[in-house]
């Protein structure tokens, strides 16, 4: 194979391994394919062109062209001419395609669905940089430079795939970068000549390991490899090795558990406040969720997705709960007595097909759920999970709920809650800053009953506090997050949910946060409208009598309680006609799994925020046998992988030492064995060979470097010695003695080296990379007798009257 055409394929690999991290961007890898194989047409257009030869804007400008021919084919066969060759409409075609693939990024999350203006965008982007690294690499022989389209590819996809691009796309990305250098770097060797392969390079045995061959590794492609490791081994490494910058009061999370298949068995937590301020800042709403209700007044109707019941101080998170199937009826709500009024509604709701997570937005409380699909039911929080995957993703649903009348006079007289509730839902740690219980004694000074202090508590907020909205507030990180948004009074509705949780909680009232949407905005049509700027966070107390009851603490967002409001008549009707005033400006609450959560997915408010979680009674009693049997024979190969260096090393090692023949070949290439089994074990105790040395200078070099004296001195030099007798005497004189010397030098350079450099000499030895470049000298060889095969064959298949021509003008 000649060097170009390896560069073209190293090139063509080097960009299919960097678009390879756009695959968390669309929801299915069947792209990929089709941009392998264009890109592969289009490379080999390249290929052709520069073995006519063609001047190389021409060779640059035909592969282009190849490139806009394929995705004509690919994508606009209808609106070109003859079906293949593009025109004006085919490029107005490729407008229209470019416009609605815009518009369905607007539209879509991550993954999106591979529509055919997004893949007209991804393919066409990973044909465009191809072009450019082939023409860089190859056309015009740099491959350095190749490195920045190869960049800039992997970076917009990490970009828009945030956490979502994992560190195997980053190593593919890299990998083929370095792969394109070291092509490039073997075809400038190339043009030199031959080198000796005699010193780490070498893997042949006995006397061939001092022949020249232009099949083994060279030095500087050597230097090149272990240099682009190391540099992949450091940004690896460094990123994961520097402490996470993470936690705090108000943006902390805290990953949950499951099991990933089929169900875990818990619930994981999430971190609204950085989806709200991050999806906030999107110049766009869009509908996630439409509905059609019964309720005559929509002003209470939140759409609840999940409550976050645990705060340790550095989150707000759900707790650890049992799921189960969903009943037909849900139980009575906890604490709700029958002398509270209420009302049963019944609401119909359709989810977008771009709005995708696993908790199922619902009226609080639900009383029936009717929907298909993997659904779990968690009572304690009166929430639906998706199980093994599903998610809301174009769900549509009927939930009848129950709307829930106290007034303030049932809430000021509940009597006290249960102690199991009081255990759990006024745990503050100990962390918290004493000034948060401070300001939330101070604020509700005078108050009678925990029914005034947090109604007092809301107004604060809301009111008399002088705090102010503001999406684009920075309060930082640590227990003391609060105390500075106290301090400050800037936030948005996480902020003010959060604090005044954890506020009624120093209190001894029972609180939670709430994570969902307000009620939307009303259509002409009576539906309503549910933006992603309509995702809220609110506080929810509980009261004896009445349940899990609703506050609303954040400055003109959202709709105050009426059972909070002073003179106010309760059950005014809302206008259908008009957009309601409890729109909320807020980007959405979907819950995240961890902090792994992409960027973009959390700007757009459509993060998973849940791990899959199973039922009460297991279904799987135990392990099948085919696990079992994967397990025993995976624990041996695992436990066996690390010692592969070291077992290899002992065997070679056996192998040189060992016994052979007494004639002249055996005996030169036992000694040479038995020379090249000293340099390993020197190499493995620091001293890596010179393969520009003699033997006798060689020798020198490890008793100087190895600090060998007396035997194991002596031992080298005739070892040396025995080696100059069987490669340049008349008549070579077999040695003996040299297995006994080999091992007096091993023990010399062990007894001269510390305790860590002889542990690494047995366990993981340098030498043992002789082994990658033994399978490099193989493919190589491989690669270089077919080529050779090709070219026999070539001459014999052509037709007659170019055989027939003279041979100064045939060519081969």
Not at 185 to 206: I, K, N, Y
Not at 241 to 261: F, V, W
Not at 535 to 562: D, I, K, N, Q
Not at 567 to 595: C, I, K, M, R
């Amino acid at each position: 194979m000649s060097g170009r055409a390896r560069l073209t394929i190293c090139a063509y690999a080097a960009t299919l391994m960097a678009a390879g991290a756009m695959l968390p961007l669309l929801d299915s890898p069947g792209w990929l394919i089709q941009a392998a194989v264009l890109l592969a047409a289009q490379c080999g257009a390249g290929a052709l062109a520069r073995r006519v030869p063609l001047p190389r804007p021409l060779t640059v400008a035909v592969q282009a062209f190849t490139g806009l021919v394929l995705l004509t084919l690919a994508f606009a066969r209808d609106h070109a001419i003859l079906g293949v060759l593009p025109g004006p409409q085919t490029l107005a075609r490729f407008g229209e395609m470019l416009a609605t693939g815009g518009q369905d990024i607007e539209r879509y999350a991550i993954p999106a669905p591979a529509s055919d203006g997004i893949r007209l965008m991804v393919i066409g982007g990973v044909l465009a940089i191809g072009l450019l690294v082939d023409t860089l690499a190859v056309t015009f022989r740099s491959a350095a430079p190749a490195g920045l389209p190869l960049l800039a590819l992997y970076s917009v996809a990490a970009g828009l795939a945030g956490g979502a691009a994992s560190a195997l796309w980053f190593v593919l990305a890299a990998s083929g970068y370095l792969l394109l250098l070291l092509a490039e770097g073997r075809d400038r060797l190339s043009a030199w000549g031959r080198v000796f392969g005699g010193g780490p390079g070498a893997t042949a045995r006995g006397a061939r390991a001092f022949e020249p061959s232009g099949r083994m590794p060279r030095a500087p492609v050597r230097s090149g490899r272990r240099i682009g490791v190391l540099a992949l081994g450091v940004a690896l490494a460094v990123p994961a090795a520097l402490p996470a910058l993470d936690g705090g009061l108000l943006d902390g999370t805290a990953a949950g558990k499951g099991s990933g298949s089929g169900g875990g068995d818990t619930i994981s937590a999430v971190n609204p406040l950085v989806s709200l301020q991050d999806s906030l800042k999107q110049p766009q709403d869009r509908e996630v969720l439409r509905y059609r209700t019964g309720a005559q007044d929509t002003q209470d109707l939140y759409l609840r997705i999940v409550s976050l019941d645990q705060f340790d101080g550095t989150a707000w998170k759900t707790s650890e709960r049992k799921v189960r199937d969903v009943p037909d009826r849900l139980p009575q709500p906890a604490g709700l007595s029958p002398s509270v009024a209420t009302d049963e509604i019944t609401t119909n709701i359709t989810a977008a097909g771009s709005y995708r997570q696993n908790w199922l937005p619902l009226p609080y409380p639900a009383t029936e759920v009717r929907i298909g699909g993997r659904w779990r039911y968690e009572p304690e929080g009166r929430n639906l999970v998706g199980d093994q995957g599903q998610t809301t993703r174009g769900a549509e649903y009927t939930v009848s709920s129950l709307m829930v009348k106290p007034t303030a006079e049932q809430l000021a007289g509940a009597p006290a809650p249960p102690a199991d509730i009081v255990r759990e839902y006024t745990e503050v740690p100990d962390s918290l800053p004493d000034t948060v219980e401070e300001t939330a004694r101070r604020v509700t000074a005078g108050t009678k009953n925990q029914y005034e202090a947090a109604v007092r508590l809301q107004d604060w907020f809301t009111t008399d506090g002088g705090f102010a909205y503001d999406v684009n507030v920075d309060s930082g990180t640590g227990a003391a997050a609060i105390t500075r948004f106290l301090q400050r009074k800037e936030g948005f509705c996480v902020h003010f949910s959060f604090s005044m949780a954890a506020m009624a909680r120093t209190l001894g009232i029972p609180a939670r946060v709430a994570v969902g949407f307000t009620p939307g905005t009303a259509q002409a049509n009576g539906i309503m409208s549910v933006g992603i700027r309509d995702a809220h966070a609110w506080p929810e107390l509980y009261f004896e009598g009445v349940g899990w009851t609703r506050f609303e603490p954040t400055p003109s967002r959202g709709s105050t309680p009426e059972y909070t409001r002073e003179d106010s008549p309760a059950g005014a009707p809302s206008d259908p006609e008009v957009p309601e005033a409890t729109a909320s400006d807020e980007p959405s609450a979907t819950p995240s799994a961890s902090d792994s959560c992409p960027p973009d997915l959390r700007r757009r408010g459509e993060c998973s925020n849940a791990a899959p979680v199973e039922e009460d009674t297991p279904t799987d009693s135990g392990a099948s046998g085919g696990n079992i049997l994967l397990i025993a024979l995976g624990v041996p190969v695992a436990l066996a992988l690390p010692l592969l260096p070291m077992l290899w090393r002992i065997r070679v090692r056996a192998r040189r030492l060992g016994s052979g023949g007494r004639g002249p070949a055996e005996v030169t290439a036992r000694t040479l064995a038995t020379w090249l089994e000293v340099s390993d074990t020197a190499w493995d105790h620091g001293i890596p060979p010179d393969e520009s040395l003699t033997a006798r200078k060689a020798a020198a070099r490890i008793v100087r470097l190895g600090r060998l004296e007396g035997e194991a001195a002596d031992s080298v030099h005739r070892v040396a010695s025995a080696v100059e007798q069987v490669l340049y005497a008349p008549e070579p004189r077999p040695a003996t003695g040299l297995v006994d010397d080999a091992e007096r030098i091993r023990a010399g350079l062990r007894a001269g080296v510390s305790r860590w450099t002889r542990l690494r000499a047995h366990l993981l030895p340098r030498s043992a990379v002789r082994v990658i470049w033994a399978a490099s000298a193989r493919w190589t060889a491989f690669t270089d007798r077919w080529s050779a095969r090709f070219r026999a064959w070539g001459p014999s298949r052509r037709p007659g009257w170019a055989r027939l021509r003279p041979p100064s003008k045939q060519r081969g």
